[in-house]
């Protein structure tokens, strides 16, 4: 009779994971992603120490302050030990940086009320993290962000600007928000003509026989006007009209009865 011996071995499971976290992060206790193979406990740790005292292993975990270890800003690094049902373990780590101070962000507008599109100028700065993004708000022109490749805007938009702006971090941090006023005006006034010497509709007569005709222009508040018989710009005329509210005067003088002549008047609102 023969005896048969059968023998068999198993190789013990061997762990093994990958941790990853945010490059920068404002949480002492960030979310870290946890991918594993082969293991059913982990630990973490901020200085690679372990005492193995495993928890049910998860594919995320939020338990470790990073600052435990080296308070403070800076540069972390996240220690993952996973073990097999074995008791076989695996170590790895990550590294991410600990940012909790606001970017800065100042703005610099031209003086004054502008005749023609401008920029606004931005400088925005942040130490640890680096700029993520810079937003600016108004009630006149609407919302949009500031190309950080640039770190300006444009205002081509008339009227008298209220800018809000902030920056935010690739922490997360935003900075305070602060406000740049800014004014543009490139628009030339809408006028009309209100009447003629007492005529209000076209062709106009001088019905007024005061000898002195005088041409009324609505336009708008804060205009200058000038006439002159020939057409030319408002700063080659010499002719002054009086304004009053929306409204300009210009005095012709003295016209020939029965005669026809043509007149020029050029104003020029506010800003010029």
Request: glycine share 8%; hydrophobic share 35%.
């Amino acid at each position: 009779m023969i005896a048969l011996l059968a023998f068999a071995s198993f190789a013990a499971a061997l762990p093994s994971a990958t941790i990853t976290a945010p490059a920068f992060t404002n949480s002492q206790t960030p979310t870290f992603t946890i991918t594993y193979s082969d293991a059913n406990g982990m630990e973490l740790s901020c200085n690679g120490s372990f005492s193995n005292s495993f928890v049910a292993i998860s594919g995320t975990y939020s338990g470790l302050d990073i600052t435990s270890c080296i308070p403070g800003e800076g540069s972390k690094q996240a220690f993952l030990r996973v073990e097999s049902s074995d008791a076989n373990t695996f170590d790895t780590n990550t590294w991410l940086v600990y940012d909790t101070t606001k970017p800065t962000i100042t703005a610099v507008a031209p003086s004054g009320l502008q005749t023609s599109d401008f920029d606004v100028n931005f400088t925005i700065s942040d130490t640890l993290s680096g700029i993520a993004s810079a937003s600016y708000t108004s009630p006149t022109f609407g919302n949009g962000t500031i190309p950080l490749d640039q770190n300006k805007i444009t205002i081509s938009t008339d009227g008298n600007h209220a800018i809000t702006y902030y920056a935010t971090d690739n922490a997360g941090n935003q900075s305070d928000s602060s406000v740049v006023y800014a004014a543009l005006d490139k628009t030339s006034p809408s006028t009309s003509i209100a009447s003629i010497g007492g005529d209000s509709s076209s062709p106009y007569w001088d019905v007024n026989n005061d000898s002195q005709t005088s041409i009324v222009i609505s336009g708008e508040s804060g205009m200058l006007c000038r006439w002159g018989t020939a057409d030319a710009v408002w700063s080659s005329m010499t002719n002054e009209c009086s304004v009053s509210g929306t409204q300009a005067t210009c005095n012709l003088g003295s016209l020939s009865q029965g005669s026809s002549q043509a007149y020029y008047i050029s104003c020029k609102d506010s800003a010029g």
